[in-house]
Each structure stands twice: as structure tokens, then as C-alpha cells.
T-cell receptor, first 112, second 112 residues
Framework: RKEVEQDPGPFNVPEGATVAFNCTYSNSASQSFFWYRQDCRKEPKLLMSVYSSGNEDGRFTAQLNRASQYISLLIRDSKLSDSATYLCVVRGYSGNTGKLIFGQGTTLQVKP | DAEITQSPRHKITETGRQVTLACHQTWNHNNMFWYRQDLGHGLRLIHYSYGVQDTNKGEVSDGYSVSRSNTEDLPLTLESAASSQTSVYFC???????????FGPGTRLTVL
């Protein structure tokens, strides 16, 4: 079983739609959680961190369920520019390691 | 502006040759990382460094080596390139172990 699992998609949605991505992680000792965005053939960039209380950044909402070891990303009012691959990322097992574990990514295509 | 660069951006080489990929950052970050990205696997950690003269093996380190002689650079060497090492390679850096990692633009390596 992969340490971080995501549905690879692709998710094809019309502009204005709401879309949700899910991610599960296997190690209950994982400490920090993130969503990165990666455009085609480009480097990954941090989209947002995920906090236990849930957090929102504009049209994006991230949630964490530690009991179920589950992370989600909700995108409201999808734009064409949201088309990208979204990477679920988990940091560390214990201690101050700084190592990130990446899911294989979920691809989103927003259509006009 | 501070940045992280990789060179070359594209490289074609032959099986058995030694190849070195360069990574240079101007943020004065202590931590630097090398990842490879392949379809179906997401990003996987190859080697990482928490400071000058410090290097550590990641998840997929076989066939790769790094050295850290200064803060700015972490070159990745493929001792004897194999076709299985055809991939996109990303370098990343962060200021401390819990901080956001910033990625370089990537090097696309093909081993024939």
C-alpha cells in the first residue's frame, strides 16, 4: 500500500463547478499535511497547508481528519486556470525530519 | 530575486555514462532535496542534505550520489546511468526542516 494515496482522475468539470479531491495516508504518526499544485511539465508549488481545524483560502478549502487519516481539498467556482495536478503531501513520521511524502496526484481539467 | 535553478533542463545520455545534474539556490537555505517524478509514482525522495557536509539517503537512492560542499549547491550524480533512471528530476530547498519546500524547474533526463 502506498503511503499517500489519491485518486489520479482525471476529473473533468465545467467552469463554475465545485470539485473535491480526497487523499488518505497510512502512517498515523504523520505530522503535517499540504496540498501542492503542479502545472503540466512544471515544478510543484505549495497551494496550502492543511490544519486540523480546517482552513480556507479564497475558493479553496482543505480539511484533515486524523482519526480516518484522510485529507480533502474542495475547490469552489472552478476556473479554467485551476486545471492542474493537485498533489497531496504528508510530512514526517516523528521528530524533525523535514521529509515530504507525495501522493501521485489528482488531475483536474476545467472545461469552458 | 532569490531563486532555485537546475541545469541542464534537458539531457539525453547513454547507458553507463556518468551524469551530474546541478542544483543551485540563492536563498541561503540549509536544507536541499532531490526528487524524481515518474508516472504512477509521484515524487520520490532520492537524497537530501540538512547543511554543508551533510547528506542522507532517501527512498530511492541506489545509483545516485550527492555532495554538499557549500550552502548554495547540491549536485546529483548518476554514477552509471541506467534506462530506469529516465525521469524528471526536481531539486528543492527549505530554510528549516519544517518550512515550505521550494522546487526548481526540473531536469528531464533520458537514458538511452
Amino acid at each position: 500500500r502506498k503511503e499517500v494515496e489519491q485518486d489520479p482522475g482525471p476529473f473533468n468539470v465545467p467552469e463554475g463547478a465545485t470539485v473535491a479531491f480526497n487523499c488518505t495516508y497510512s502512517n498515523s504518526a504523520s505530522q503535517s499535511f499540504f496540498w501542492y499544485r503542479q502545472d503540466c511539465r512544471k515544478e510543484p508549488k505549495l497551494l496550502m497547508s492543511v490544519y486540523s481545524s480546517g482552513n480556507e483560502d479564497g475558493r479553496f478549502t482543505a480539511q484533515l481528519n486524523r482519526a480516518s487519516q484522510y485529507i480533502s481539498l474542495l475547490i469552489r467556482d472552478s476556473k479554467l486556470s485551476d486545471s492542474a495536478t493537485y498533489l497531496c503531501v504528508v510530512r514526517g513520521y516523528s521528530g524533525n525530519t523535514g521529509k515530504l511524502i507525495f501522493g501521485q496526484g489528482t488531475t483536474l481539467q476545467v472545461k469552458p | 530575486d532569490a531563486e532555485i535553478t537546475q541545469s541542464p533542463r534537458h539531457k539525453i545520455t547513454e547507458t553507463g555514462r556518468q551524469v551530474t545534474l546541478a542544483c543551485h539556490q540563492t536563498w541561503n537555505h540549509n536544507n536541499m532535496f532531490w526528487y524524481r517524478q515518474d508516472l504512477g509514482h509521484g515524487l520520490r525522495l532520492i537524497h537530501y542534505s540538512y547543511g554543508v557536509q551533510d547528506t542522507n539517503k532517501g527512498e530511492v537512492s541506489d545509483g545516485y550520489s550527492v555532495s554538499r560542499s557549500n550552502t548554495e549547491d547540491l549536485p546529483l550524480t548518476l554514477e552509471s546511468a541506467a534506462s530506469s533512471q529516465t525521469s524528471v528530476y526536481f531539486c528543492a530547498s527549505s530554510s528549516d526542516r519544517q518550512d515550505t519546500q521550494y522546487f526548481g524547474p526540473g531536469t528531464r533526463l533520458t537514458v538511452l
